[in-house]
């Protein structure tokens, strides 16, 4: 017999109670979701509110090493990329700045609202506009996660605020000046147009007038978006603002004897030829050397030998001061600004708003074209005031002789005896 003593745990229950093993985990039920507009057929039940997910696996979650790289790459144009990077960059400075530090990404509410208001702080001191704030602050939305956005509404509330007050102590937005036809072709008579780049500056200027280009639709043109007829010349914008998806905007534009666009756009290509670079798929505007030349870029470079959009509005900026016309009301002169002149110009020719909406590449519907794009010169020729007769004019004397005419008519009065 062992001297070892077993110890055994055990609890001392009622023989009453019959102890049954627990019941096994159920699923949770499913919760069915009906509505006013539910509709059900015979036998069949109400939408769940918790779907089965799809029998998805580890290889649906899956990138391959490709496609994160072509994910990274940026989805914009360079200088969209450049701003955006430059703005997020100083956000990120300014929250590891503080103390304590803050979550740039994702921010809170709070950290987003502290820093539009330090931008506007700043803005008051002089350093900033209240557009060019609200283009920052916009940026860093966007940079949010979708689902972790903060709200923009108490710092969107504080620039309105800032904006109205700015505006009554005399700010004004910038914007270009207005070259309207005069003032083009002023430019134009400066260009020397005997030199390979005199034909692709007046190009350059001829096509931002007639077609209201942007910088950046000139910069990207290829030679197969040029088609030139004897008495016109065929353009397709492959991309603008309003046409991210590339759909491309074809315009057709007659040949005009002041700014000649069939000339110069012949001899254009007529250089290109004897550089070698009138492939369909090569730039229409590529880089020249002060010679002449094709300019020689490095073999990575994103935009190949293109012109830059800011170099061909510095390019603009300088025939524009060599013509004496380096400010026009004010205003500088800036690629634009043959956007905006050929808008006014056309407005104060009584082209609609539909039209003028069609060849600016503006969305239908919107009143750009006549709120931001309509500067005119001097007094104008347009004012719908001049349609109301002037008061003391044939006007004023025919309300004169009907009130007149109303007036009851005094008793003669009688004789004295």
């Given at each position: 017999?062992?001297?070892?003593?077993?110890?055994?745990?055990?609890?001392?229950?009622?023989?009453?109670?019959?102890?049954?093993?627990?019941?096994?985990?159920?699923?949770?039920?499913?919760?069915?979701?009906?509505?006013?507009?539910?509709?059900?057929?015979?036998?069949?039940?109400?939408?769940?509110?918790?779907?089965?997910?799809?029998?998805?696996?580890?290889?649906?979650?899956?990138?391959?090493?490709?496609?994160?790289?072509?994910?990274?790459?940026?989805?914009?144009?360079?200088?969209?990329?450049?701003?955006?990077?430059?703005?997020?960059?100083?956000?990120?400075?300014?929250?590891?700045?503080?103390?304590?530090?803050?979550?740039?990404?994702?921010?809170t509410t709070s950290t987003y609202t502290r820093y539009g208001l330090h931008l506007i702080r700043l803005g008051?001191?002089?350093?900033?506009?209240?557009?060019?704030?609200?283009?920052?602050?916009?940026?860093?939305?966007?940079?949010?996660?979708?689902?972790?956005?903060?709200?923009?509404?108490?710092?969107?509330?504080?620039?309105?605020?800032?904006?109205?007050?700015?505006?009554?102590?005399?700010?004004?937005?910038?914007?270009?000046?207005?070259?309207?036809?005069?003032?083009?072709?002023?430019?134009?008579?400066?260009?020397?147009?005997?030199?390979?780049?005199?034909?692709?500056?007046?190009?350059?200027?001829?096509?931002?007038?007639?077609?209201?280009?942007?910088?950046?639709?000139?910069?990207?043109?290829?030679?197969?978006?040029?088609?030139?007829?004897?008495?016109?010349?065929?353009?397709?914008?492959?991309?603008?603002?309003?046409?991210?998806?590339?759909?491309?905007?074809?315009?057709?534009?007659?040949?005009?004897?002041?700014?000649?666009?069939?000339?110069?756009?012949?001899?254009?290509?007529?250089?290109?030829?004897?550089?070698?670079?009138?492939?369909?798929?090569?730039?229409?505007?590529?880089?020249?050397?002060?010679?002449?030349?094709?300019?020689?870029?490095?073999?990575?470079?994103?935009?190949?030998?293109?012109?830059?959009?800011?170099?061909?509005?510095?390019?603009?900026?300088?025939?524009?001061?060599?013509?004496?016309?380096?400010?026009?009301?004010?205003?500088?002169?800036?690629?634009?600004?043959?956007?905006?002149?050929?808008?006014?110009?056309?407005?104060?020719?009584?082209?609609?708003?539909?039209?003028?909406?069609?060849?600016?590449?503006?969305?239908?519907?919107?009143?750009?074209?006549?709120?931001?794009?309509?500067?005119?010169?001097?007094?104008?020729?347009?004012?719908p005031l001049a349609q109301v007769p002037l008061y003391g004019g044939p006007a004023h004397e025919a309300v004169a002789a009907a009130?007149?005419?109303?007036?009851?008519?005094?008793?003669?009065?009688?004789?004295?005896?």
């Open positions: 017999m062992s001297d070892e003593t077993e110890i055994i745990d055990a609890e001392l229950v009622d023989d009453s109670e019959v102890l049954l093993p627990a019941p096994p985990e159920q699923a949770p039920r499913p919760r069915f979701v009906v509505t006013q507009h539910t509709m059900l057929g015979p036998g069949e039940l109400p939408p769940s509110s918790e779907p089965a997910a799809p029998g998805w696996t580890d290889a649906d979650f899956r990138l391959s090493p490709e496609d994160v790289e072509d994910l990274n790459k940026p989805n914009v144009a360079d200088n969209t990329d450049r701003n955006r990077r430059s703005t997020l960059g100083r956000f990120r400075q300014w929250c590891a700045e503080q103390k304590p530090p803050l979550i740039a990404d994702p921010c008051r001191a002089g350093e900033y506009k209240p557009d060019s704030v609200g283009k920052y602050m916009s940026r860093i939305w966007n940079a949010q996660p979708k689902n972790l956005r903060p709200d923009r509404d108490p710092f969107l509330g504080q620039l309105r605020a800032w904006r109205r007050e700015w505006a009554k102590a005399g700010g004004e937005v910038d914007r270009a000046a207005t070259a309207t036809i005069g003032y083009t072709l002023r430019i134009l008579d400066t260009v020397d147009e005997s030199t390979n780049i005199g034909k692709r500056d007046a190009l350059l200027i001829a096509l931002a007038y007639s077609n209201l280009h942007r910088e950046t639709e000139l910069a990207d043109m290829l030679v197969m978006h040029l088609r030139v007829l004897d008495d016109q010349i065929r353009i397709v914008t492959a991309a603008s603002k309003t046409d991210q998806a590339g759909v491309g905007v074809p315009n057709t534009i007659r040949d005009r004897a002041d700014l000649q666009q069939v000339r110069r756009a012949r001899a254009w290509l007529a250089v290109l030829r004897d550089l070698g670079a009138d492939g369909p798929r090569q730039p229409l505007f590529p880089g020249l050397a002060s010679t002449g030349r094709l300019r020689r870029y490095p073999e990575d470079r994103k935009r190949g030998n293109r012109m830059r959009p800011g170099t061909i509005n510095e390019r603009i900026q300088l025939l524009a001061q060599r013509a004496g016309v380096a400010y026009i009301d004010g205003r500088k002169v800036t690629s634009h600004s043959f956007r905006r002149g050929s808008n006014t110009d056309m407005k104060q020719a009584g082209v609609s708003l539909a039209e003028r909406n069609i060849a600016g590449r503006w969305k239908p519907g919107s009143f750009t074209a006549d709120t931001h794009y309509d500067n005119p010169l001097g007094a104008g020729t347009r004012d009130r007149a005419a109303a007036q009851p008519q005094a008793a003669p009065a009688e004789e004295q005896p």
